[in-house]
């Protein structure tokens, strides 16, 4: 029986899920593989820190290059996050002619194109199905069952600390702070959120998102993005009463020669199937002009769903490493398509205001708006906060249109005091 031999980099959360799912279902993965699987050696900067698991210390090295340079091992699994020096040591294992693994959704947004035409020079194979929605196979998916679609719409829920976050705050009636503690509390945030809730994390997974279906690289930096820390328990409590949910949505549309993205909140329709995936879970929305509307939902995080993707991988690559075929398979990453990015692209949104509360006020916002062409589909004037006896707050749904024109449109609202402030503005989804 053909033996592979895995150096894994790191033995964090994901790693020691990695590591689990193989103990857990070796007898399994080696009957309907044909090959023995062992992790033989895993990256551990400090080895006298308890990593509550139980790995024989023997596995344990403290220099990358050990790992990345042993003649015996056949496949890296980088496990350490972040852009360097994670790219640094998959380049290094790639030119060694070695086979990668990563869940690593970071580097692979800015330097996946440099790594895939390695592993292309090189005749190895990269592999990432984690890096986007930890368990759910969605990138096995779009490049085999559905390649012969074409594939013009993404949608995506794929933070499962953002939505749990924003789940709670339509649950519990809780603000934002609160309800950020209590994800912290429970491991469900990190102490640091800003990647999260800031949108970065979704940026990254869009971007190769992006690649795989319309074949066009757009870097993190460039996908317009907005998090969820603006979004409060007003917004969760109106978003309900017109008969939505918020999500922070990753969306990408491609409208004949033309690419548009964003990452931000959203108000989505609760008749949507994305409206329904609450807590950690993740989904991803595809339309495809052969199989129509797909939904891709699970579990978007955590150490074993992760690590059930990672071996996923994994087997992939020891299965070809047995059949001598490991050097014929074709990259996933694509960047081929002659499309253009024009940005946000055309959407309709939710605006609420704090305005005075005066006769003509509302009139005067109103012709802003039309002098700019943007149309009101729906206005609501809420109670003024208690002690509050000077200002209303107003709240818009206006059609589609570009967000740099509506931006114009409040700055002149409020340059002209017709309003206060604007409290928050927000993507609708259709």
């Known amino acids: 029986m053909k033996k592979v031999r895995i150096g894994m980099l790191g033995i964090g959360n994901v790693a020691k899920g990695t590591y689990r799912t193989l103990e857990l279902n070796r007898e399994k993965i080696q009957a309907s593989t044909g090959v023995s699987i062992e992790i033989a050696k895993i990256l551990n900067r400090d080895i006298s820190k308890d990593r509550g698991i139980d ?15 042993d003649p015996e091992i056949d496949i890296i699994v980088e496990l350490i ?17 070695k086979h990668v693994v990563t869940a690593n959704k970071a580097a692979l947004a800015v330097n996946g194109r440099m790594l895939q035409e390695l592993a292309q020079e090189k005749h190895v194979m990269l592999r990432f199905e984690a890096s986007v929605a930890g368990g759910i196979p969605i990138i096995n998916a779009i490049t085999t069952a559905l390649m012969s679609n074409e594939i013009d719409d993404i949608l995506g829920i794929v ?21 950020l503690k209590d994800a912290q509390e429970k491991g469900f945030a990190e102490r640091d959120p800003s990647g999260d809730v800031e949108g970065h994390d979704v940026a990254n997974k869009l971007s190769i998102l992006m690649s795989l279906i319309f074949g066009v690289g757009i870097l993190p930096k460039d996908i317009p993005t907005h998090g969820i820390t603006s979004i409060n328990k007003v917004d969760i409590s109106i978003a309900t009463e017109l008969g939505y949910k918020i999500k922070l949505l990753a969306t990408a549309k491609k409208i004949g020669k033309d690419v ?25 929305f595809l339309r495809g002009n052969a199989v129509d509307d797909l939904m891709f939902y699970g579990k978007g995080a955590g150490p074993l769903p992760t690590g059930s993707a990672v071996m996923g991988d994994i087997i992939e690559i020891a299965k070809a490493i047995d059949k001598d075929s490991a050097f014929d398979r074709q990259p996933l990453l694509r960047f081929d ?15 609420r205001l704090r305005a005075e509360d005066r006769p003509g006020v509302l009139g005067n916002i109103s012709s802003t708006f039309g002098k700019y062409s943007v149309g009101i589909e729906t206005m609501m004037q809420r109670p003024a906060p208690k002690g509050d006896n000077t200002t209303v707050p107003l709240v818009f749904i206006v059609y589609e249109t570009e967000r740099e024109v509506l931006d114009k449109a409040l700055a002149e609202i409020i340059e002209n005091k017709h309003a206060v402030s604007v409290d928050n503005v927000i993507r609708v989804e259709d």
Do not use: W
């Not at 790995?55 to 340079?69: F, G, H, L, M, S």
């Not at 933070?159 to 309800?179: F, H, P, Q, R």
């Open 260 to 284: 548009e993205c964003n990452v931000q909140p959203c108000l989505v329709p609760a008749s949507h199937p994305l409206s329904s995936v609450n807590n950690e879970f993740n989904a991803v």
């Open 55 to 69: 790995i024989p210390k023997e596995k344990y090295v403290t220099d990358a290059y050990d790992i990345i340079n």
């Open 159 to 179: 933070n499962g600390t953002t939505n749990y976050i924003l789940t709670k705050m339509s649950e519990s009636d809780a603000d934002y702070n609160s309800v």
């Open 337 to 351: 398509a002659d499309l253009r990015f024009i940005g946000e692209g055309r959407n309709q949104y939710y605006i």
């Open 81 to 97: 996050g972040g852009i360097e020096p994670a790219t640094e040591y998959m380049a290094a294992a790639l030119k060694n002619g």
